[in-house]
């Protein structure tokens, strides 16, 4: 009989099992932190065409240590009870990692969106907030929404709309979700936050000398070749980042519809404009194509960094040893079972998880929340006063040099903060700070061998402190 493969929810048990040993936190402290504290599981009926479906949909709140609850909400054939549950946590462990003062949640909507016309899905989305907002399961100071696999800014759209509805009166309902359009109480930079945040990430890591020499690398991400698996929100901009900004070579990707290599380099720009024109990344040219059934091959090509950015379970038991880059960066939640996690750490792996990588997007997340509640776009308030005191300064400094900037560098050295410009470097500070959190915990404890179980372990210390400062578990 063939073994059934860990599920995802059992192996983010596992993970927190192997951290929590770690912590020295008494037991009951430890269950309330792992057990998702509410699932709400609803079918209702909408009518698509002349029939009638009945959709299966979720809302998990993992954790209520910190209100709201946040986490995006996924359209897809394969949601089930678990997964949201598995989702679920990991919202609240990456909120802790990344500082961001929210419990963990996820909504799961139980349809291939692919199968819909825009009409049919405005019509889900709109009865599926209906029914959260009849079950007090959304709302600004309860729980908030964003995307995930499957829903993007014109859901979101729907569900602020449809809350709005219900609660015309509530000034700071535009903090019932996040991730909304920016002409829409939603925030620059939402869209690629995920992506940039795996940037970030993955260059801070590259950057420790003595880490990238345990691998046989040398330090920086400049040069380094990268494989990715998924071209959706986070993929796309992953690949994109990682190339333009981050000076690493692109030389694999794959999608459902198949895969592409090319040892010396694909230009992701001109990769994306050819699927958008041709509906896949088959036949791109300069490189090889991999087929459907193969596509999961290029995961195990040789590569100094494979980034899953797909869904969970991608990388298992199955095929965790033939994996040849030294380093995973898990941009999609849960790509790594935890079985496989174990071969892959004894090969000498280096594994940036999930909880940390990829919570550049609930990072900005809050910053879009926090610009709702305020009801004033960043950078409004100073932009010009910084502006002209930065003038004035130079001003200065070419009176005391008696040498002139030209007016085209003038222009960059005065310039105020926009929008974007506070959220790329709130995001940049945030990955940056959390990684050397996590590391000082892996460098000043010898039992926590992996970068998984000390994000974990830096996780559950502080929300274990706010269970303490409430007096709850003395
Ligand atoms: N769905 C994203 C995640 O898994 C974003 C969540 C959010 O922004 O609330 O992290």
């Not at 380094?224 to 694999?252: F, M, P, W, Y």
């Not at 895969?259 to 990344?281: C, K, W």
């Not at 470097?425 to 892996?442: F, Q």
């Amino acid at each position: 009989m063939t073994k059934q493969p860990t599920s995802f929810y059992q192996s983010v048990i596992n993970y927190f099992d192997k951290a929590a040993v770690h912590t020295g936190l008494p037991d009951g402290l430890l269950e309330q932190i792992k057990v998702c504290n509410s699932v709400y599981r609803v079918n209702f009926p909408v009518k698509i065409g002349d029939e009638v479906k009945v959709i299966e949909a979720y809302r998990v709140q993992h954790s209520q240590h910190r209100t709201p609850t946040k986490g995006g909400i996924r359209y897809s054939n394969h949601v089930n009870q678990e997964e949201v549950m598995a989702l679920a946590s990991l919202m609240t462990f990456k909120c802790a990692i990344v500082n961001v003062p929210f419990g963990g949640a996820k909504g799961g909507v139980k349809i291939n969106p692919w199968d819909y016309t825009p009409e049919q899905l405005e019509k889900i989305t709109r009865r599926y907030t209906t029914e959260l907002v009849r079950r007090n399961f959304i709302g600004p100071a309860i729980d908030v929404p964003a995307p995930d696999y499957g829903t993007g800014p014109r859901e979101m759209a729907w569900i602020y709309d449809t809350y709005r509805a219900f609660h015309d009166d509530e000034l700071d309902a535009a903090g019932c979700v996040t991730g909304k359009p920016v002409n829409l109480n939603g925030i620059q930079g939402r869209t690629e936050a995920t992506g940039r945040g795996v940037l970030y990430g993955i260059r801070e890591t590259c950057a420790v000398k003595e880490d990238m020499a345990r691998l046989g690398l040398s330090p920086g991400l400049e040069g380094k070749t990268v494989v990715v698996q998924g071209l959706g929100n986070v993929g796309s901009h992953s690949c994109t980042l990682l190339q333009d900004e981050g000076g690493a070579k692109i030389i694999g990707v794959s999608e459902v519809e198949g895969a592409i290599y090319n040892p010396n380099g694909i230009d992701v720009h001109a990769m994306l404009r050819f699927r958008q024109e041709t509906g896949s990344i088959i036949g791109f040219p300069g490189a090889t194509s991999l087929g459907k059934e193969d596509r999961r091959k290029v995961l195990e090509f040789e590569c100094d960094i494979l980034v899953p950015a797909a869904l969970e379970n991608q990388i298992t038991i199955e095929n965790a040893s033939r994996i040849k880059a030294k380093i995973i960066a898990e941009a999609a939640n849960g790509p790594i079972t935890s079985e496989a996690e174990e071969v892959l750490l004894k090969a000498g792996k280096l594994i940036i998880p999930d909880i940390y990588l990829n919570a550049g997007g609930v990072t900005v997340s809050y910053f879009e929340w926090l610009k709702n509640l305020a009801h004033v776009r960043l950078g409004l308030m100073e932009k010009r006063f910084n502006q002209q005191i930065n003038d004035e300064l130079v001003s200065l400094v070419e009176r005391q040099t008696g040498r002139t900037v030209s007016p085209q560098e003038r222009k960059v050295i005065v310039r105020g903060a926009d929008e974007i410009d506070l959220v790329r470097s709130g995001l940049e500070e945030t990955m940056i700070n959390s990684y050397h959190e996590i590391r000082d915990v892996l460098v000043g404890n010898n039992k926590v061998e992996d970068m998984r179980t000390a994000a974990f372990v830096c996780a559950i210390n502080k929300i274990s402190s706010d269970y303490m400062a409430m007096g709850i578990f003395p």
